[in-house]
């Protein structure tokens, strides 16, 4: 009756097994580290990077403790660990000189890092640490909301000039364009023209939808973005911006920067470890430039560049294509671009597509138009007063206007690469800091220690009052209650959650849901020893009918939970994700590890007159 097969017991011992490992990284600690990441926008970290680093601390005659390449996220990186941070220190200072061959404009960034001493055998089975939120660690919050406005009216500026240029280049004859909100608005003296206009804009632009109006000599035809590129130039805009912050933060040296998008317009910074929020907000809301030129023809390849630089040209040496001479004149900056998207030419082949904004297409006219056969550049400004990085160095095969391609990208990934970078090179709109915060780090380990304390000294509680009140069946739950925090902080882990202070609170309340179960279960044996049951039957019928009650408490709980974590933002949740996989576990402890010690302890023997569970009170009895 109250025996569990053999296979229960092994998935419970495989479950505490698998528990302690991924709780087990936990309690490893850090130890000093740097970290290495790329400084340019054309340069790319890669696995043969851990070769040069190697490289560079053997020469100093610096020892470490291991270097390990990360692939994972938008930028890989290089890390290493050491003994003492003097050693740490002076790495750093070894690698940025040994890395980068001008300290001004350094190729490299070297960050101090902390890193987490878990076994490589236990990293090789993703047993790794949770990241502390900046509660826990101090540091610097942002909550910034993206001009989504901005974003719709760059694109639809772009569409009003493609619009014009393509019309004029087919010789489609209108009587106005005008940009009307977030649509344009052409207007025509007769419906074939309109008709063949709208032949012509639908060959070039896909992404748009029209609407005919008017009548007579005063026809009109309203051009939107379709609903889905409508929410897709929004999510762009966005993401751009994620991606520059990305690019930008790498300055600050912060080892575990969180940048995500939170909401459809609004984007989280939080920034571990970085006091100084002056500097951040400096840093964040830098502005960036991209510029076209053209290349100096005049120097004759292979002569020695350096030595040959016309007055009004200039010699670049960073990014692809370099090193090139190219001319000083700005053909357009990246503010007439509205828009750079991966996509495949007429032959298939991987190539970048470029929409320009203002009078963006007939400055491109203008300098291509006798310049077929030239090449031109793509040049990114990210640091005031500090050499441009080469984006891409292209041949100009026929006049270009408002629209235009970059083909022979050799490959999709790199298309997709140069796309983000043009669109990357500065913010796609501009955003505000509607909220800030600063923690420092003593606070940080203040709150640790007072979520650990509250934790311990919760569990305690519970643990004395459920064995002095339940006996043997409150030493069972108190061993449910151990396995339930010990699955949630693995799975906590297993997902590489940053935890947060609202997270150990939910951890704590998490503790006392928990044994809300065992108590139902322990009260309804209870019950059936009072209504005359053998203590077998009590167990069985205990267990069985407490877990409808068990299941309907936790039901309505955990929806609360996942409507919190699926429209809470921020702290909420955090509280939310904790609390969830809290329910989750705890069903599992209190009911199943729960009732397999039961039968272990009290299924083999068949002649069992008692069990200890506190005093059963029979009605009647004095």
């Not at 023209?193 to 070039?204: E, I, P």
């Not at 007055?311 to 370099?322: M, P, Q, R």
């Amino acid at each position: 009756m109250n025996r569990y097969p053999v296979w229960k017991y092994i998935l419970i011992a495989v479950a505490i097994l698998l528990g302690a490992l991924y709780t087990v990284p936990n309690y490893f600690g850090e130890s000093p580290a740097v970290q290495v990441t790329s400084g340019k926008s054309t340069v790319k970290m890669t696995s043969d990077m851990t070769a040069k680093v190697a490289d560079v601390l053997t020469k100093a005659g610096i020892a470490n403790n291991g270097i390990a390449y990360d692939g994972t996220g938008n930028y890989a990186s290089v890390r290493v660990r050491f003994d003492t941070p003097d050693t740490q220190f002076h790495a750093k200072s070894v690698l940025e000189k040994g890395l980068n061959t001008d300290p001004e404009d350094p190729t490299y960034l070297v960050a101090l890092n902390l890193q987490a001493d878990t076994p490589k055998w236990m990293q090789s089975l993703h047993a790794l640490p949770m990241y502390l939120g900046l509660d826990l660690r101090g540091g610097v919050h942002f909550l910034m909301q993206v001009d989504a406005e901005g974003v719709l009216t760059k694109r639809v500026q772009g569409m009003q000039t493609a619009a014009r240029s393509s019309l004029r280049d087919k010789n489609v004859r209108h009587a106005g364009i005008d940009k009307v909100g977030n649509t344009v608005e052409i207007k025509f003296r007769d419906d074939a023209t309109r008709q063949k206009a709208k032949d012509v804009l639908n060959g070039t632009m896909a992404d748009l939808q029209f609407v005919d109006s008017g009548a007579g000599s005063e026809l009109k035809t309203v051009m939107s973005l379709k609903p889905a590129a409508l929410k897709q130039t929004i999510d762009d805009g966005v993401k751009q911006n994620i991606s520059t912050l990305s690019k930008r933060v790498n300055e600050l040296g912060v080892a575990e920067p969180i940048i995500q998008q939170q909401g459809p317009d609004r984007i989280v910074v939080q920034l571990p470890g970085v006091q100084d929020v002056a500097r951040a907000r400096a840093v964040i809301g830098r502005t960036a430039t991209l510029e076209v030129r053209m290349v100096d023809e005049s120097v004759t390849p292979g002569t020695e560049l350096s030595a040959a630089v016309p007055f009004n040209s200039e010699l670049f040496t960073v990014g692809k294509g370099v090193p090139v001479i190219l001319s000083k004149d700005v053909v357009l900056t990246g503010d007439y671009i509205s828009s750079a998207m991966a996509r495949s030419d007429q032959n298939n082949q991987p190539a970048v597509s470029i929409d320009l904004n203002g009078d963006g297409g007939r400055r491109m006219r203008d300098a291509t138009r006798d310049r077929v056969g030239k090449r031109m550049a793509i040049v990114l400004f990210e640091k005031k007063g500090k050499p441009g990085e080469v984006l891409s160095v292209a041949t100009i095969q026929q006049e270009l206007g408002s629209s235009f391609q970059i083909t022979g990208m050799g490959s999709m990934e790199n298309s997709t690469e140069l796309a983000l970078l043009l669109r990357s090179g500065a913010l796609s709109a501009p955003m505000d800091v509607i909220e800030e915060r600063t923690i420092g780090p003593a606070l940080g380990a203040e709150n640790i220690s007072k979520g650990i304390h509250s934790t311990v000294y919760g569990f305690a509680a519970i643990a004395i009052f459920m064995i002095i009140y339940y006996m043997m069946f409150g030493f069972f739950s108190v061993f449910a209650l151990a396995c339930n925090l010990l699955f949630l902080l693995a799975i906590l882990s297993l997902m590489q959650v940053t935890l947060t202070l609202p997270g150990m609170a939910a951890i704590a309340l998490a503790l006392g849901m928990a044994i809300d179960s065992n108590v139902l279960i322990n009260e309804r044996v209870r019950e059936e020893l009072r209504a005359g049951a053998s203590p077998q039957q009590a167990i069985s019928a205990g267990f069985d009918r407490a877990w409808a009650t068990i299941i309907d408490s936790n039901v309505t709980t955990l929806i609360v939970g996942v409507a919190l974590w699926v429209f809470g933002s921020g702290p909420i949740r955090g509280f939310a994700v904790v609390h969830t996989l809290g329910i989750l576990t705890s069903m599992f402890s209190a009911v199943f590890v729960s009732r397999g010690v039961v039968n272990l302890w009290y299924g083999r023997k068949k002649k069992l007159q008692s069990i200890a569970i506190g005093t059963v009170w029979v009605p009647g009895q004095k």
